[in-house]
């Protein structure tokens, strides 16, 4: 019986375009994706009988969300463990155990952040082998944020997001992220872009020169000013609580302001630890804040270890 380790980062989007909704349902995007130092684990520990089984457990206080993943069949790192065992013809199977950091429904893309460590944890744990671009290949049926999280760092995104491109990108940052105290569901938040852009004509998205020009010259200030997403509106739409969350790191100094994703995770961009720690108090007190953490991007994808 042989076991593997991975850990995982969770995403944020630096900006976040959304076009027109496709025939197949989904969106395009134009998103440039950064990796930030916010670990899940998964332990993939191979089993003779072929079953896959997931466990889920959290150090976190918001223990309700953890609730909410689900430890079957629908749970993303056992989805990702079928795909490998259907790709590789491995008779082995898995008990996953996974350890939550990522918010459940932050829009950090906490569940395509396990199915890449499972994937990563299993072929380890299996000895399958696959390299690491067939790994993304895998990745990419799985969801479309999964290859980004097998990469890490900062990568553009295209397609639905699935597409991944490198990026020329200089220095580390500073983030403080505000946890809301519940999640939002990712459709939900795009059924309310729909809504809200009914009988409009909504441009194909495009990746903002700006931001592009301050990740090459490592610019936190250029950035932050760049920091863009069009789920924004929808969002807040859906929760309007968040609104004052923003304001509230704005108000702190924050060098860019923006929701992670779909939301309800605010991020924001300070410029060294002590500004991060002056945005992170004056967010503690935030009624809509159920915990607010510092962290520092780009870090590396899923890893063993
Ligand atoms: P994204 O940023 O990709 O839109 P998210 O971070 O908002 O996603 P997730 O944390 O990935 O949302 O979870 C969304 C839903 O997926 C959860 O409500 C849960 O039911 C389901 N899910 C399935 N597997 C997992 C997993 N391993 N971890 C978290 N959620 C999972």
């Not at 593997?4 to 998103?31: E, F, M, S």
């Not at 829009?107 to 744990?125: F, P, R, W």
């Not at 895998?138 to 597409?163: M, Q, W």
Request: aromatic residues 4%; hydrophobic residues 45%.
């Amino acid at each position: 019986m042989s076991s593997a380790n991975v850990r995982v980062p969770a995403k944020i989007n630096l900006c976040l375009g959304v076009g027109p909704v496709r025939d197949d349902g989904y969106h395009p995007l134009a998103t440039v994706y950064q990796a930030v130092d916010l670990h899940d684990e998964v332990r993939a520990t191979s089993r003779d009988d072929g079953e896959i089984t997931v466990t889920v457990h959290s150090d976190l206080d918001a223990k309700s969300e953890v609730a909410i993943v689900p430890e079957d069949a629908d749970n993303l790192a056992v989805k990702a463990a079928r795909l490998l065992q259907e790709r590789t013809g491995v008779t082995l199977g898995a008990d996953l155990a996974i350890r939550k950091v990522i918010p459940v429904a932050g829009g950090m893309a906490g569940g395509s952040a396990d199915a890449a460590a499972s994937l990563v944890a299993c072929n380890e744990a299996w000895g399958t082998g696959l390299s690491r671009s067939s790994l993304e290949q895998l990745a990419a049926r799985l969801g479309s944020d999964v290859p980004f999280l097998l990469h890490g760092g900062n990568a553009i995104g295209g397609g639905r997001g699935e597409t991944i491109s490198p990026v020329l990108a200089r220095g580390s940052y500073h983030w403080v992220f505000a946890m809301a105290h519940e999640g939002l569901s990712t459709a939900a938040v795009y059924a309310e872009f729909d809504r809200l852009n009914e009988g409009a004509t909504v441009p194909e998205p495009v990746v903002p020169d700006a931001l592009l020009a301050a990740l090459r010259a490592g610019d936190a200030e250029a950035l932050g000013d760049a920091l863009s997403n069009d789920l924004t509106e929808a969002a807040l739409s859906l929760r309007p609580e968040l609104e004052d969350t923003l304001s509230i790191g704005i108000e702190a100094g924050a060098l860019g302001a923006i929701l992670s994703g779909s939301g309800p995770t605010a991020l924001f961009l300070a410029s060294d630890d002590q500004h991060s720690l002056d945005i992170a108090f004056a967010l503690s007190s935030a009624a809509g804040c159920a915990d607010v953490v510092q962290s520092r991007g780009p870090v590396h994808g899923a890893r063993l270890g």
